[in-house]
């Protein structure tokens, strides 16, 4: 008798511990699941930030052709008609390597 008395509350302690340890697990399985929402959330957003690197890197590389465009075709602008009308001719539409060469 003493003894079933023991195993019984052996039985007590073990079935607290094991209500105890499902309650952990049902917090774990919680957090675990905002932490994988948070984290698609987070790489969505990444995404979004690389996408939107990538569009102002692409217009700024644009916009510093551009001003190269504008930087090199104004001195020959300048230059006397004759060579001008030169590289013009020659050129077709001026590119920022053909230019470069003119400045040198």
């Given at each position: 008798a003493e003894k079933n008395l023991k195993l019984e509350e052996k039985i007590t302690m073990l079935q607290q511990q094991n209500e105890?340890?499902?309650?952990?697990?049902?917090?774990?399985?919680?957090?675990?699941?905002q932490l994988s929402e948070e984290?698609?959330?987070?790489q969505e957003y990444v995404e979004k930030e690389m996408e939107e690197k990538k569009k102002l890197s692409k217009t700024n590389e644009e916009l510093l052709w551009k001003l190269q465009e504008e930087?090199?075709?104004?001195?020959?602008?300048?230059q006397s008609t004759s060579s001008a009308s030169f590289y013009r001719c020659s050129s077709g539409n001026s590119s920022p390597a053909k230019v470069r060469t003119l400045r040198q």
């Amino acid at each position: 008798a003493e003894k079933n008395l023991k195993l019984e509350e052996k039985i007590t302690m073990l079935q607290q511990q094991n209500e105890e340890l499902r309650a952990r697990i049902e917090q774990n399985t919680v957090i675990t699941r905002q932490l994988s929402e948070e984290n698609a959330n987070l790489q969505e957003y990444v995404e979004k930030e690389m996408e939107e690197k990538k569009k102002l890197s692409k217009t700024n590389e644009e916009l510093l052709w551009k001003l190269q465009e504008e930087d090199a075709t104004s001195p020959v602008k300048l230059q006397s008609t004759s060579s001008a009308s030169f590289y013009r001719c020659s050129s077709g539409n001026s590119s920022p390597a053909k230019v470069r060469t003119l400045r040198q």
